[in-house]
């Protein structure tokens, strides 16, 4: 065994979860310092008697061996974690000086890197104490660390990464808040993400060590993003979003890097209109109609690449809540992707129908709405409107998500469209004898009844909450609208405001059904004005006051001629 084969040995290493090969037995291989391995490989080579470099390095890793059991016993405490970043810094100097150096001479600084590595592989103790975080930061061993991500010998970059991660453990960083609050604030100062994506530009994810690495960076970001969400902004901007969709549109085999990298795109993307315009910016909206094309007409092969795919699509509906993404989507024929799969009946057909819903609600969806018109979407959404798809209730789709979204469909275009589409969309509903008008009828009903039966037992409720003197504050207000919500209280005024529209259409046939149908069932217009008014009253939340003011205006002038 020489120099070069010494320097190449990568030793295993944790990751935040497990991976889809890892093996579940054996133990934590940070535990196993590199030098010990080293060590027994080295006493395992039948080969010829070994040189002085390799005497002296396997004397100095059995040393080492020693040492480390003696000190296993040794209580950690502010004064043993001192010595240790002490020691560190001095190993960390060292080996930068001999590499400075003797450049061209491995054999000179291997020894330092062995230590080096040992020494890393220490400090993953301070883990277990968040309280002493600040110690990290206050001898600057923070600033050593995150300048060792660029080390020459990827190893040493790897274990920096895993001590990173075990670090920075949501769990752990919960632990001690004000500790934690310390090291996110170093690393942040450091610039860590933007060394951590210069780190996983250079690894070759061939190596399973290496991928490994990529995997634990991945980790390192969501944790910090879940301690502190405001950071996203920042770390999408310094090169990450751009890594992201690079890896993500990489033509190889999909793994489990590949689903993390899916699930950190749809973190950076949750309520932040910065990195959705970055996105789309780098193209991004292009990116994730390519990837999901391949889920057009056959299923994922396994439940890790079904999560993945709905992670891209989670990651498109939260872009399509900017503007300018919409446009984005529509020249990318974002449209005529999701219509194809809702047509091709497969896994995706689900979360195309969310998407659609995202992109034509509200103004901002007026191109979408008539472009889905001209490119036959209504053939397609009414028969979904007619019935719920068995296929989608056992993809584990309940039919209140289902129908909240094919109503939100047809009541976005009612809203947007104008002229020749918005005749043929309200032709639709004469049809065969107004069967739509009937199926919208049954909808309301359902729901109707589902609604009053929650708000009877909130009723129920509060006045047990008044008659123990209780105080109803917001806290329990928003818990009571939270529990009409989920009884269907958004999906009956979808229904409603369709019912509200088609009523004003001119199209006498359609109003005199509507009214028909609820004089039969013992329904009332004041029922669907009130919920109307509520409807009006809580519209366009996160739009502009101007906004606001004339679609609860106009909506008021249609309930004034249903």
């Known amino acids: 065994m020489d120099v070069g084969e010494l320097l190449n040995y990568q030793p295993d290493r944790g990751a935040k979860r497990l991976r889809d090969d890892d093996d579940d037995d054996g133990d934590d291989p940070r535990s196993k310092k590199v030098g010990r391995d080293l060590a027994r490989r080295l006493e395992r080579d039948d080969g010829e008697d070994p040189s002085s470099d390799r005497k002296r390095i396997l004397e100095k890793l059995m040393d080492d061996d020693e040492d480390a059991d003696d000190q296993e016993g040794e209580p950690v405490d502010e004064s043993s974690v001192k010595k240790m970043i002490l020691t ?10 001999l590499r400075i150096k003797f450049p061209d001479t491995p054999g000179r600084f291997m020894e330092t890197e062995l230590d080096l590595n040992d020494i890393i592989q220490e400090i993953h103790v301070i883990a277990t104490m968040p309280d002493l975080y600040h110690l990290l930061v206050e001898l600057n061993a923070v600033h050593s660390l995150l300048g060792l991500l660029s080390h020459e010998n990827t190893d040493i970059a790897i274990a920096v990464v895993d001590l990173l991660q075990e670090l920075t453990d949501i769990d752990t960083l919960h632990e001690s808040e004000e ?82 990298c899916s699930e950190i795109l749809a973190i950076l993307l949750q309520n932040n209109d910065s990195t959705r315009e970055l996105l789309g910016e780098l193209d991004g909206i292009d990116v994730l109609l390519q990837q999901l094309s ?14 993945m795919m709905e992670n891209l699509f989670d990651a498109l509906c939260s872009c399509l809540m900017l ?54 979407g209504l053939r397609t959404i009414f028969p979904l409107f007619m019935k719920t798809p068995k296929k989608m209730r056992k993809a584990g789709t309940v ?19 104008k002229a020749q589409q918005r005749t043929r969309l309200l032709s639709k509903f004469t049809e065969n004898d107004c069967e739509k008008v009937d199926r919208l009828m049954e909808l309301h009903f359902k729901y109707l009844e589902a609604v009053q039966l929650a708000d009877k037992r909130i009723e129920g409720e509060k006045h047990d909450m008044v008659k123990r003197g209780e105080i109803l504050d917001d806290v329990m207000e928003d818990e009571f609208y939270l529990r009409r919500l989920d009884a269907g209280l958004f999906v009956l005024q979808l229904l409603c405001y369709i019912m509200v529209e088609i009523s004003n259409s001119g199209i006498s046939q359609l109003q005199q059904r509507v009214h028909q149908i609820l004089n039969l069932r013992g329904g009332s217009v004041k029922v669907v004005r009130h919920i109307m008014r509520e409807y009006a009253e809580n519209i366009g939340d996160g739009k502009s006051e101007e906004f606001k003011e004339s679609e609860q205006k106009r909506i008021m002038d249609l309930l004034e001629n249903f």
């Open 88 to 97: 560190f810094e001095k190993r960390s100097y060292k080996n930068q000086e």
């Open 179 to 260: 500790g934690a609050e310390v090291l996110i604030d170093s690393l942040l100062e450091g610039q860590v993400v933007a060394l951590l994506v210069q780190n996983m530009e250079r690894l070759d994810e061939q190596v399973k060590e290496e991928a490994d690495g990529v995997y634990n960076t991945l980790a390192i970001i969501e944790n910090m993003a879940e301690f502190r969400p405001g950071l996203c902004t920042e770390a999408a901007q310094q090169g990450l979003m751009q890594w992201l969709l690079k890896r993500i549109r990489a033509k190889i085999p999909f793994d489990a890097n590949k689903l993390y």
């Open 294 to 307: 391949v889920f057009k007409r056959h299923n994922p092969a396994t439940a890790e690449e079904q999560e």
């Open 323 to 376: 503007a300018a993404n919409r446009d984005r989507f529509l020249r990318g024929e974002g449209l005529q992707l999701m219509n194809l799969m809702l047509r091709e009946k497969k896994m995706s057909r689900t979360s195309a129908l969310k998407v659609l819903d995202h992109g034509m609600i509200g103004p901002e969806g007026s191109d979408d709405c008539h472009k889905f018109v001209d490119i036959l």
């Open 399 to 417: 039919d209140k998500e289902h129908e909240e979204h094919v109503c939100s469909i047809i009541a976005s275009c009612l809203r947007n469209l």
